[in-house]
């Protein structure tokens, strides 16, 4: 099956800092990562898509410069949080597509001080 | 807006006993609906998937029942397993670059 892998698993900063989660597709090539963030107890929720060679899309309210997204090749995408707060500590998670149907990443607790 | 929503927020099933999880959706364009499972801590793992030009798909002990009449989804496990405890989601796909929306979820606890 797709496997999709992310690093690091886990990540504690201190406010301020600036924090690069990597999402790479392991046995194939994915044009197009999605970026999700989950607080506990609710839903995946969507930030952006993540396009390779051109500019990231992202939903209505997500600050494009805080989450620097990069999808520099078709098996890597990464996603920077900037200026971290402690109001960005959540569960990131990314996927890759394979036609349609999604599969997503181990997913990155960040933790922020 | 448009959304997809579950009914249960939380399902307790014996251990041996079949689950059903539902799932509402809203937006009557959507083709292509996928269940997801999510255990503590991970990322969500793909269980199952069904189109709009179905209406029912069977796995290994999960099978996906499609209503598209009353616009529902559910998902049943078959002889559920202390293993199945988890939270699942159903996405659905409107055909937008492959974007997905995803229900609130619904946990499954499985007691002995």
């Known amino acids: 099956g797709a496997v999709v892998s992310q690093h690091p698993s886990w990540v504690i900063c201190k406010s301020g800092t600036s924090v690069k989660i990597e999402c790479r597709s392991l046995d194939f090539q994915a044009t197009t990562m999605f970026w999700y963030r989950q607080f506990p107890k609710q839903s995946l929720m969507l930030m952006a898509t993540s396009n390779e060679g051109s500019k990231a899309t992202y939903e209505q309210g997500v600050e494009k410069d805080k989450f620097l997204i990069n999808h520099a090749s078709l098996t890597l995408s990464t996603l920077t949080v900037t200026s971290a707060h402690p109001e960005d500590s959540s569960f990131y998670i990314c996927?890759?597509?394979?036609?349609?149907?999604?599969?997503f990443g181990p997913g990155t607790r960040l933790l922020v001080l | 807006g448009e959304s997809v929503g579950l009914h249960l927020p939380t399902l307790s099933v014996q251990e041996g006993d079949n689950s059903i999880i539902n799932c509402a959706y809203s937006n009557s364009a959507s083709d292509y609906f996928i269940w997801y499972k999510q255990e503590s801590g991970k990322g969500p793992q793909f269980i199952i998937d069904?189109?709009?030009?179905?209406d029912k798909r069977q796995g290994q002990r999960v099978t996906v029942l499609l209503n598209k009449t009353v616009k529902h989804l559910s998902l049943q496990i078959a002889a559920t397993q202390p293993g199945d405890s988890a939270v699942y989601f159903c996405?659905?796909?409107?055909?937008?670059?492959?974007?997905?929306?995803f229900g609130t979820g619904t946990r499954l606890q499985v007691t002995l």
């Open positions: 996405a659905e796909n409107t055909g937008t670059a492959s974007k997905l929306t």
């Open positions: 069904i189109r709009s030009n179905m």
């Open positions: 996927s890759a597509s394979v036609g349609e149907t999604q599969y």
